[in-house]
T-cell receptor
Framework: AQKVTQAQTEISVVEKEDVTLDCVYE???????LFWYKQPPSGELVFLIR??????QNEISGRYSWNFQKSTSSFNFTITASQVVDSAVYFC????????????FGAGTRLTVKP | EPEVTQTPSHQVTQMGQEVILRCVPI?????FYWYRQILGQKVEFLVS????????KSEIFDDQFSVERPDGSNFTLKIRSTKLEDSAMYFC???????????????FGPGTRLTVL
């Protein structure tokens, strides 16, 4: 069975602070994919990143960075120098090719960035 | 850039009525999905569809639900007799193909907000 845990329900920071959103996953499959999506107040799901299980290289995209560690089954997301526009709910998700790649989402972390 | 579209953006219906939510996946995609998000909760998988049949469904996807690809472009979710607890945002997603290529990411539509009164 696949499971994603986002233990942080809500996080509030002040603009320009760095913030890390935690994601821990469970799967018995050796091949899997991890994702982060952003859901702004408008409700759509905005794709941020996809990681394959065989690629543990960390990634940086502008102010966003992701730390994938198979040893701890974690895929954490850091926003550097946060901005008000980063305020949203962020979902971590997991899929595997063994179940047709349907996605299992975590409960989400609501990030509020105050000016 | 190609995108998944969904109509309507908001549907209001009376309990017990049938609703059909429509999705147009990205044109060269082969795998299609429906997800549900009750307000304030996580996104939940409902069903996946490939080669004109259901590939997998969750325990949420009971006999009240059905999916169809009536033509080459649309992918629909039907709820036969809506209940109050069906009120949620419904997301459609599509994916190009299987395997481990970067194109295997699911792309989500903007969602249809269903309100059952």
């Amino acid at each position: 069975a696949q499971k994603v845990t986002q233990a942080q329900t809500e996080i509030s920071v002040v603009e320009k602070e760095d913030v890390t959103l935690d994601c821990v996953y469970e799967t018995r499959d050796t091949t899997y994919y991890l994702f982060w999506y952003k859901q702004p107040p408008s409700g759509e799901l905005v794709f941020l990143i996809r990681r394959n299980s065989f690629d543990e290289q960390n990634e940086i995209s502008g102010r966003y960075s992701w730390n994938f560690q198979k040893s701890t089954s974690s895929f954490n997301f850091t926003i550097t120098a946060s901005q008000v526009v980063d305020s949203a709910v962020y979902f971590c998700a997991l899929s595997t090719p063994y179940n047709n790649n349907d996605m299992r989402f975590g409960a989400g972390t609501r990030l509020t960035v105050k000016p | 850039e190609p995108e998944v579209t969904q109509t309507p953006s908001h549907q209001v219906t009376q309990m017990g009525q049938e609703v059909i939510l429509r999705c147009v996946p990205i044109s060269n995609h082969l795998y299609f999905y429906w997800y549900r998000q009750i307000l304030g909760q996580k996104v939940e998988f409902l069903v996946s569809f490939y080669n004109n049949e259901i590939s997998e469904k969750s325990e949420i996807f009971d006999d009240q639900f059905s999916v169809e690809r009536p033509d080459g472009s649309n992918f629909t979710l039907k709820i036969r007799s809506t209940k109050l607890e069906d009120s949620a945002m419904y997301f459609c997603a599509s994916r190009e193909a299987g395997g481990l290529r970067p194109t295997d990411t699911q792309y989500f539509g903007p969602g249809t907000r269903l309100t059952v009164l």
